[in-house]
Nanobody, 119 residues
């Protein structure tokens, strides 16, 4: 069973930057397709960035050019030029299946989330 733990969320001013991390014990990051999702109050959980087991990446349109997903003994999300609309709980997720642009149902493994507030 894969257990994921996110960290790095906090309050930041518009235009600021944050780096989110997601780690798991006894976990081979090269075996899984992983992603960052976010969920704002009253809204559905949406995919933000995806990275395959071999490092292919893709992003939702609203964050392209501002966010960067990467993995190296952990999963990371570098967030720059943050906007108030980026405010949400951010979750990392993993699956052994192909996952680029896939929604939440594709991912059996989830972290508990880390809050990002931009104001």
């Amino acid at each position: 069973h894969v257990q994921l733990v996110e960290s790095g969320g906090c309050s930041v001013q518009p235009g600021g930057s944050l780096r989110l991390s997601c780690t798991a014990s006894q976990y081979d990051y090269s075996r899984y397709c992983m992603a960052w999702f976010r969920q704002a109050p009253g809204k559905e959980r949406e995919g933000v960035a995806w990275i395959t087991s071999v490092g292919l990446t893709t992003y939702t349109a609203s964050v392209k050019g501002r966010f960067t997903i990467s993995k190296d003994n952990g999963l990371y999300l570098e967030m720059n030029s943050l906007k108030p609309e980026d405010t949400a709980m951010y979750y990392c997720a993993a699956t052994a299946s192909y996952c680029l642009t896939q929604g939440p149902r594709t991912f059996p493994y989830w972290g508990q989330g880390t809050q990002v507030t931009v104001s």
